[in-house]
């Protein structure tokens, strides 16, 4: 699976913030912490607001929180709504679709680690991220 690079950053910006435990995180806060172009970042926080997983505030001390509970929040739902459920279900070698008589060559061992992919994004929320980090406190872990 190969995401784009709005669904790469939207992830991180949520698991980052997921895996801290303040309340407000500024935009230019986030791109300190995360290295992502201001103007991209400022444009994803607005979808990210948009689609429901975050809420703003301005003035001095605004920023953005979690619009939802971390428990409410997959994986797969993120993905889906930035990419669209094609991001995880297309073809691995790239084809649009595998014709029913004449699958490409990785069609059934792909369908396979597909199910489980989604399955695991699906049964991931950003809840489950916390906890885990919270338990690696120890370990140099990189978010997504």
Not at 55 to 83: C, D, M, P, T
């Amino acid at each position: 699976m190969i995401l784009n690079k709005t669904t790469e950053y939207a992830l991180t910006v949520l698991g980052f913030m997921a895996t801290r435990n303040e309340n407000m995180y500024s935009a230019e806060y986030l791109h300190q912490q995360l290295n992502i172009p201001r103007r991209y970042l400022r444009s994803l926080l607005t979808d990210l607001s948009k689609h429901g997983f975050l809420k703003s505030s301005s003035g001095r001390n605004g920023g953005f929180v979690f619009a939802q509970e971390l428990k409410e929040i997959n994986l797969a739902l993120v993905i889906n709504k930035l990419e669209g459920i094609d991001a995880i279900c297309n073809c691995i070698l790239g084809f649009s679709c595998c014709i029913v008589d004449k699958p490409c060559i990785m069609h059934e061992p792909w369908r396979e680690a597909r199910s489980k992919m989604i399955e695991t994004l699906t049964n991931t929320t950003f809840a489950d991220l916390k906890e885990k980090y919270q338990m690696d406190l120890s370990k140099n872990l990189k978010l997504i």
